[in-house]
């Protein structure tokens, strides 16, 4: 199926049922995955019609019975995951277990002015957190979950193949934490603003990674790799560039097998561990440093636009691939 | 280049310099490194003539100058790694540093009847176990490292995807660790002598291993697969088991590009660690395991030989794919 026509959620506001809450969303940004929803790449999985996009900021407005710990003008965020019934084989991983609905793919999601949403997806935005840098905390939580799951320490030589917002973001998270970072990127436009933001970049495509890691890095080589390209590149680059017992972390969606050098596991006990999404401890880690400055979140905004010109956002996306965060404003 | 015809080590004592031990080797165990060296398959690492074999079981008989802690007719095993000088990248683990050497692989070997080795090698054999089981130690210690990497937990469910000697050893640790375990080969053979060992086996040519894990653990599906076949297959299906969040073990030695399904890697946050070689503690948990009998390491010996039958030997291993472990009698 080709490009949607996208017709924006309507402006009625759900009466919420026990344990949910009303708000008025204030801004909800694109993610990738919205434009692969738009592109029909995920027709398998969204009904259409639905209502999509899950990266929210928003204000309470109703609140409905057994909700407690929020009242009404609180300014919030939303961690849109509902688990689902428990299967073993989940381990109690609810954020990404097998009957896990994602808000905004599975469900109606942000792109509307109200939405009416369980009451455990909300995170209070701290009141020196801009709306606009608040919808970019569920991007944000995506990164410091993946650098979590990296177990990245200070002083430590960190390689993100990808500077989308995901891989840029991930950069400044590990940066934040001490990490010595190097970004690949192709795109010289995202290269521009990754070094405008005070980070290393190199172009993979006009130096060997591998004596640009071992420069970088004095021979200590990479700590640790995130791999968010989606390419063919970026996992052949991804086994070369560890040391002994370096560790990769595999952010992007492969959607067909690899070949893989399984002999660099091997050879220098590399790990590889997967990521997806976020745990609540994320959310509180990105608005914490969003709380404390640490992450320019608005040198990521790339444009907004109002609700109605949603359909033309996406195909600007479509036309300008240097962008990188696009935000629809959902309501004054 | 073909096959090898194999001569003996002579049995000359080269006298032990300071910090070195001399050995009269008692056993030396054929491990599947061996057969490749056999097959002209390591030519490029391996400086002909050279005496291999690293699965040693031996008597101490001299002592070079400051060496403590072990005395003339001691029974000992090897540990069969020098470290060479570190590099950054190393990050301190010497077990699998750039500069290593293999004893057997890189320099001279224990397939002979008396070896000098340094001093830092050698753990001492506990009085209960026999040198013929002495000479599996180091293939256990193989495994120990494995389950160690793998972090293998009481009550968990463990796939061991081939049942060579090093994935029946790897079955053993991990059900002496409390696991519940299943074998995984297509070797009738094997699977018989797994079984009379009490392990679960399955042959995947006439199961599919999903349903078969499922099975097995209730639908809590594989909390650790180790890939030992070296297959394509094996690839294949180790991404298959796993539960979320569950370990992968790449403990064979794929020398070519595989293509792995890394979307499975995100979708569940599966983690795969290498594993190579072993540590110090690995020999002492090997030690451990053998002084208390939890380990049936003599139903592991498939056949023994004579030192002056080596030839013959690996003839043998080639013409007997069913076989387990040979040993080598290198002296009365």
Request: net charge negative; with cysteine; aromatic share 6%.
């Amino acid at each position: 199926m080709g490009d949607k026509t996208f017709y924006p959620g309507e402006s009625v506001l759900i009466s919420p049922q026990t344990g949910e809450v009303g708000l008025k969303i204030a801004y909800c940004g694109i993610c990738g995955t919205d434009v692969h929803i738009y592109h029909g790449n995920m027709d398998h999985r969204v009904k259409i019609p639905q209502i999509i996009g899950h990266e929210v900021s928003a204000q309470v407005v109703t609140i409905g019975d057994d909700v407690s710990g929020i009242k009404i003008g609180d300014r919030v965020v939303i961690r849109p995951l509902q688990a689902g019934a428990a299967i073993p084989a989940d381990k109690g991983y609810t954020h990404i277990g097998r009957n896990l609905k994602f808000m905004g793919i599975d469900t109606p999601g942000g792109m509307q002015a109200y939405w009416t949403v369980p009451a455990n997806t909300i995170h209070l935005l701290p009141d020196n957190v801009p709306l606009r840098e608040g919808a970019l905390i569920e991007p944000l939580a995506v990164a410091c979950h993946d650098v979590r799951r990296a177990r990245v320490k200070e002083h430590e030589y960190v390689v993100v193949i990808g500077g989308g917002p995901i891989g840029l973001l991930i950069s400044l998270v590990a940066k934040s934490q001490g990490a010595n970072v190097l970004l690949v990127e192709i795109n010289e436009k995202r290269r521009d603003l990754a070094e405008k933001l005070g980070l290393s970049v190199v172009n993979p495509r006009q130096v060997d990674l591998v004596k640009a890691i071992d420069k970088f890095s004095d021979g200590v080589m990479a700590d640790v790799v995130f791999e968010v390209s989606g390419s063919t590149n970026g996992v052949k680059e991804m086994t070369r560039l560890p040391n002994v017992r370096g560790r990769i972390v595999m952010v992007a969606i492969h959607s067909q097998p690899r070949e893989i050098d399984l002999f660099s596991f091997f050879w220098k006990e590399v790990e590889m561990v997967g990521a997806r999404v976020y745990e609540p401890q994320d959310f509180e880690m990105a608005l914490s440093l969003a709380a404390h400055n640490m992450i320019p979140l608005e040198a990521l905004i790339s444009d907004t636009v109002d609700i109605g010109q949603v359909q033309q956002a996406f195909e600007q996306i479509d036309s300008h691939p240097d962008g990188m965060k696009y935000l629809i404003k959902c309501t004054d």
